[in-house]
């Protein structure tokens, strides 16, 4: 195999004290079953025993109190292991949400993480628009959690509309930029700014249709990631390589994109 850099671009972790509960919350949520911790020790020795040299890491607020003591938590992990890359979260209920985008400035988090089925809002919703449009002027990148058969919230149409609206919004648009509804992404995001990672998509889609959906949305703006602890690292890296892409294509999405089009988060 060759020798690639890779960069992990989702993955959860959460305080010691909530985290079993939290996983619990989440396999019961999808209706899967859940072997990770969620712990930032287990996170960090699993991901550089497999070579990643670098991972994002978030959380989500699903109240909002919750939201700025959890971008306090993924701080406080990014200060303990350098490799982490920390975004922060808000919630679409909290007051004041604009300083609390300066706070997360302040503690050098790197973006902003949503999921909208959590959080019971929908993408476009109109409360939201100053909220990305300021998160856009600090040039942070958004990461939506996207697409689900069984919720509107995060369908691939509303994100479409956010970017018609903000143009300068940076988003990464997660699970091929929308989970169980995945052609719908390609129909609906297919030529926008948007960026997709490949988490929680590889173990339910047959390679060839994985290959349909990178050719559709652009080699180029795909990026790897496993969505820890939902998958371990490990067995995603192997279906990851299993699609038989070029090796060129691999350095792209393992993180030669991730590097191009956020070089201030890897220092290059």
């Excluded at 985290?19 to 020790?41: C, D, H, Q, R, W």
């Excluded at 919720?151 to 940076?170: C, G, M, N, Q, T």
Aim: hydrophobic share 40%; proline share 5%; charged share 25%.
């Amino acid at each position: 195999m060759a020798d690639y850099r890779i960069i992990d671009v989702h993955t959860h972790i959460f305080p010691e004290k909530i985290a079993a509960k939290a996983v619990a919350s989440i396999g019961e949520f999808y209706n899967l079953p859940m072997t990770g911790t969620a712990l930032a020790s287990d996170l960090d020795r699993e991901e550089r025993a497999h070579g990643v040299e670098r991972n994002l890491i978030f959380s989500t607020a699903t109240t909002p109190h919750q939201a700025a003591s959890i971008n306090s938590f993924i701080h406080e992990q990014c200060v303990q292991y350098p490799a982490f890359i920390g975004f922060g979260t808000l919630h679409p209920e909290m007051d004041g949400p604009f300083a609390e985008i300066e706070r997360i400035c302040a503690l050098g988090l790197r973006g902003v993480k949503f999921h909208p089925d959590f959080q019971n809002f929908d993408i476009d919703d109109g409360r939201m628009i100053p909220v990305y449009r300021r998160i856009a002027e600090y040039h942070l990148p958004v990461l939506f959690h996207m697409g689900d058969l069984r919720y509107d919230h995060s369908h691939p149409e509303r994100l479409a509309r956010v970017l018609d609206k903000i143009p300068e919004l940076r988003v990464i648009a997660a699970h091929f930029g929308g989970y169980s509804v995945w052609d719908e992404a390609v129909r609906l995001l297919a030529g926008s700014q948007a960026y997709y990672d490949t988490s929680s998509s590889l173990m339910f889609l047959e390679p060839a249709h994985v290959r349909d959906l990178i050719d559709a949305l652009g080699t180029d703006r795909m990026l790897f990631g496993t969505d820890f602890p939902m998958w371990k690292i490990g067995e995603e890296l192997d279906r990851f390589f299993a699609l038989g892409l070029s090796e060129e294509d691999n350095r792209k999405i393992l993180a030669g994109n991730f590097l191009r089009a956020f070089p201030e988060m890897t220092g290059v």
